[in-house]
């Protein structure tokens, strides 16, 4: 339990790992909250660094670039998954971190991430872990056909590789350089959604209206919020994603995302140890964002309502709308509705994360007509 002397109060130092967009969002939280915020990334046009008061630049593992961050800040949390370990533990010996290293280590590796979520009571897709070319030989006959996927680094569909037989899943285990890697099954899903968890020190837990979720390439095309879902599997997965953050021992924000088979049959995909896409629309369309939750968290302030005011639909804004040069955005601020974010970063690249809009309605069928209006406008293909 924080004490009052352990708070950390508007006027002080917030510190983050990565400069990305996620990082951005949470600096401006930060800030609209009274703090000043501290940003290490070894980018020299980060998006969060832009931002932040101040951008430590220095890569992960730098030492003496994380004694500055610690020095200087009473709390350091994340915005990417795949920040180094070791160096949340060196951040620890100085300041509050969240979340622990042991927290993270386990969503950063598919293998343990999945044989964990079991064990809190939920299931995954079938899979086996393949360490070599002997695990896959002795893969049961009924993972084909499956995806190939890296145990570790991988994310937005990258490091993973379909196969539809034995013989192209060991052709995909060598094209990955047979890194640790699980096999798993392919399943027909009816949906993809998911559900963000904040969870502080003293084990109280909220989480926000599950989300579905719709992919283009691997990326998150687009977010309908509150998902079209029964009750009951909504409340399901909120309590599934409840009960790892618990097992976990979480603190911070985190996300969980789910197949949905047949007969609300519900599996786990995976955790990401961080705010998520799908939760961007909490900014617009919730009393407290991810964001600010996160916030709270790290300074040790009480939970805020994640009551939902609006239904929302999220569009993904991606560097292939950059093509002909800087989108026509009356397009989409003419819809009154509509709410643009844009993430300053100085290359648009194909598939990147560029930006993000959030439609709100009265409805969610008058959210969705918003965002199907812009999309069209913007020319935004799945």
Not at 140 to 167: C, H, M, N
Not at 209 to 217: G, I, K, Q, T
Not at 279 to 291: E, K, L, N, P, R
Not at 310 to 332: F, H, I, Q, S, Y
């Amino acid at each position: 339990m924080l004490t009052p002397a352990s708070l950390v109060y508007p006027g002080e130092w917030l510190g983050l790992l990565g400069g990305g967009q996620l990082g951005r969002m949470f600096a401006m939280a930060a800030q609209s909250m009274g703090y000043r915020v501290a940003v290490l990334d070894p980018g020299e046009h980060a998006p969060a660094g832009s931002v932040a008061d101040r951008q430590v630049r220095a890569d992960y593992l730098d030492e003496r670039g994380l004694f500055e961050l610690a020095s200087l800040c009473r709390g350091v949390t994340t915005e990417f998954e795949n920040v180094p370990a070791r160096a949340l533990e060196f951040l620890a010996d100085y300041c509050r971190v969240t979340p622990a290293a042991g927290a993270v280590s386990v969503a950063q590796d598919r293998i343990l991430e999945k044989e964990f979520v079991r064990k809190c009571g939920t299931d995954t897709a079938p899979f086996v872990a393949v360490r070599q070319p002997s695990d896959l030989d002795a893969a049961p006959p009924a993972l084909f056909p499956g995806i190939l996927k890296v145990a570790r680094l991988g994310y937005d569909g990258k490091g993973q590789v379909r196969v539809a037989t034995l013989a192209e899943a060991q052709a995909a285990f060598e094209s990955l350089r047979r890194v640790p890697c699980v096999l798993e099954k392919r399943l027909d899903l009816e949906r993809e959604i998911s559900v963000v968890v904040a969870r502080n020190e003293s084990g109280e837990a909220v989480s926000w209206p599950v989300a579905e979720n719709e992919h283009a390439h691997g990326i998150l095309d687009t977010s309908i919020v509150p998902a079209r879902v029964t009750p009951a599997l909504g409340e399901r997965a909120r309590h599934a994603a409840l009960a790892i953050a618990e097992g976990l021992r979480y603190v911070g924000v985190v996300c969980v995302e789910f197949f949905v088979l047949a007969r609300d049959d519900l599996r786990v995909n995976e955790i990401a140890p961080r705010p998520h896409n799908s939760g961007h629309y909490t900014i617009d369309a919730c009393v407290t964002s991810q964001f600010e939750q996160q916030v709270r968290v790290l300074a040790g302030l009480p939970l805020g309502s994640t009551a939902q005011h609006a239904p929302a639909v999220m569009l993904n804004l991606l560097g292939d709308l950059w093509r002909d040069g800087e989108p026509d955005w009356t397009k989409v601020l003419r819809h009154p509705k509509a709410k643009l974010h844009l993430y300053g970063k100085t290359e648009a690249r194909p598939g990147r994360k560029m930006g993000h809009v959030t439609c709100l309605g009265a409805t969610l069928e008058a959210a969705l007509a918003t965002a199907m209006a812009i999309r069209r406008d913007l020319g935004i293909e799945r």
